[in-house]
């Protein structure tokens, strides 16, 4: 069984990484435009299939489904509220994006402020990948390997320590090779391929889930028997004691996924690379379709895995591997375990080649070296995601033991989610507020918010209002007070956006309508579910 699972496994992760280098081999890795926005060419599937992907990792499959494992449907509010921030970012962040040419966005910070603030963007996007994101990606892709591979019997490592270690070191060398050796596009086409993949296996698990819990008699039977069995977790509506209250929805949840769609740099650098307005619109609206299907594979098997598995004793964050393991026939298991590792590699390439573009053109072509190549910010970008890896290799197993994955996830993006979203909002709303009002509302943001986590007796404030809630009014603040200075100490001349010429910005004929029938259906979704 080890043996047909793991030549499965092999034999995917293989094909992936052939076809994307015959697609990718006569690319441009050489000039800054090729290596990190793909040469402005993405057409819209592989903008949707890389947006989908890079989204789409073992913090989403492990974690969301351990979450359901706990709370049930309601957590599908991180994938279902999404869809609303694709259709702001399809109708209103693209075009202002696009139309300034950037292929970071602290850029546009330095276009519509100064350097100062391009310079604050970069340095929290740098640290927050760093420390945040790149980690949980590795971390949580290791745990979820673990259970689907049941790697301490085919490796024969007993030492649960050991084999993190382990897991985590050799997906994150594999992962560093792709988006350091490859640019923008080798991640846009591997990701494509693996999203493929993950959306049939995805399916696959449901499907054979459903049969585990009917005992074989189909899947109508299986939804049936989880719907008499667990009414409760079959439920949209959160109550106040569960991960997501419903009226979080409004507040911290609609902001993070806000941020997270509109304004993050390792998610929208493939629509920067889109090769018009009207591809680009395609590609993020046809994500956010995508997305109102998430809940049945990211959160329909942490429900099943809990109807299976309740009562064998296993923390949330292992359920979904655990269900993965045992309801797959071995050489499913393979080819779903291939296309996994696919999914932290696309997380983990996208987050390392944003990082790179982020460090390359912000920081070493604007502050280090202001005379370099093309070759040279190329090159600096590679040896300093060399340096990210080896960090964030080290900080993942140091990650064991956090109750809720996807909670620890969502906590710590919102100490920069929130202050970044405010200063963008603001400065594409606004024509008067100054450079200072955002570099304040960047540097305040970020500490406000980690007080009242981590520094007491501010810690008891998000305890007393929930926390995505707490969030919410750091974000309310931090506008307020940015529009104040705007009256009091505003720019001598208004802020106008030019356009940059280098992208062709006639928008999509069907982008309004469809934009309008995805919200209908996310608020048909929740009212179909509402108990």
């Known amino acids: 069984m080890h043996a047909l699972t793991l030549a499965s496994f092999l034999f995917f992760t293989c094909l992936v990484a052939f076809i994307t280098w015959r ?10 435009s090729g290596y990190f926005l793909a040469g402005r060419t993405l057409t819209f599937p592989l903008i949707a299939g890389s947006l989908l992907m890079t989204n789409l990792s073992t913090e989403q499959m492990v974690g969301l489904n351990g979450s359901a494992f706990s709370d049930g449907l309601s957590v599908m509010a991180w994938e279902v509220v999404a869809v609303i921030a694709l259709v702001a970012l399809a109708l209103f962040f693209l075009p202002r994006f696009l139309k300034s040419g950037i292929a970071t966005l602290p850029q546009l910070l330095l276009i519509r402020f100064d350097k100062g603030t391009q310079l604050i963007a970069n340095v929290i996007f740098l640290i927050a990948y760093a420390v945040i994101l790149l980690p949980i990606i590795l971390y949580s892709g290791a745990v979820g390997l673990q259970g689907m591979l049941d790697l301490p019997a085919l490796t024969g490592i007993e ?44 399916f696959v698990i449901v499907y054979f889930g459903l049969q585990a819990v009917s005992g074989g008699d189909g899947i109508m039977e299986g939804w049936d028997t989880l719907k008499t069995s667990n009414p409760d977790k079959l439920n949209s509506i959160g109550g106040s004691d569960q991960q997501v209250p419903f009226f979080t929805l409004f507040t911290g949840v609609f902001l993070i996924n806000l941020f997270y769609w509109t304004t993050n740099q390792q998610i929208i650098q493939r629509t920067f690379a889109a090769k018009n307005l009207a591809e680009g619109q395609k590609g993020v609206l046809l994500t956010g379709f995508f997305k109102l299907l998430g809940p049945l594979y990211l959160v329909l098997p942490g429900i099943i895995a809990y109807h299976l598995y309740a009562d064998d004793g296993i923390r949330a964050d292992e359920a979904y591997g655990h269900l993965v393991f045992n309801v797959l026939p071995p050489y499913l298991t393979g080819f779903f375990a291939a296309v996994m590792v696919g999914a932290i590699l696309s997380s983990f390439n996208s987050a390392l080649n944003s990082t790179t573009t982020i460090f390359s053109l912000g920081i070493y072509k604007q502050v280090l070296k202001k005379d370099a190549t093309e070759e040279q910010v190329v090159k600096s970008g590679k040896v300093f995601g060399w340096i990210m890896a080896i960090t964030t290799m080290t900080i993942a197993p140091l990650l064991a033991g956090q109750e809720s994955l996807f909670g620890y996830l969502q906590k710590m993006n919102a100490i920069y989610f929130i202050p970044i979203l405010a200063v963008v909002l603001v400065g594409l709303l606004t024509k008067r507020v100054p450079p200072m009002a955002a570099k304040i509302g960047l540097v305040g943001g970020c500490l406000l918010i980690a007080a009242g986590y981590f520094v007491p007796p501010f810690d008891k404030l998000p305890a007393v209002m929930h926390e995505f809630h707490f969030v919410a009014a750091v974000f309310v603040l931090l506008v307020a007070m940015m529009l104040v200075i705007g009256k009091l100490r505003p720019r ?23 934009g309008i029938v995805l919200v209908i259906l996310v608020v048909i979704m929740y009212a179909a579910f509402a108990g």
């Open 23 to 32: 697609i990718t081999r006569r690319d441009d890795h050489s000039s800054t």
């Open 159 to 202: 030492s649960p320590a050991t084999l993190l270690w382990l897991t985590v070191w050799v997906v994150g060398i594999v992962g560093a090779i792709y988006a350091l050796f490859g640019g923008l596009r080798t991640v846009a086409v591997s990701d494509t391929l693996n999203g493929v993949g993950l959306l049939i296996g995805g």
């Open 492 to 514: 001598e001349t208004d802020w106008v956006q030019e356009h940059s010429g280098d992208v062709d910005l006639t928008p999509w004929k069907g982008a309004v309508p469809t």
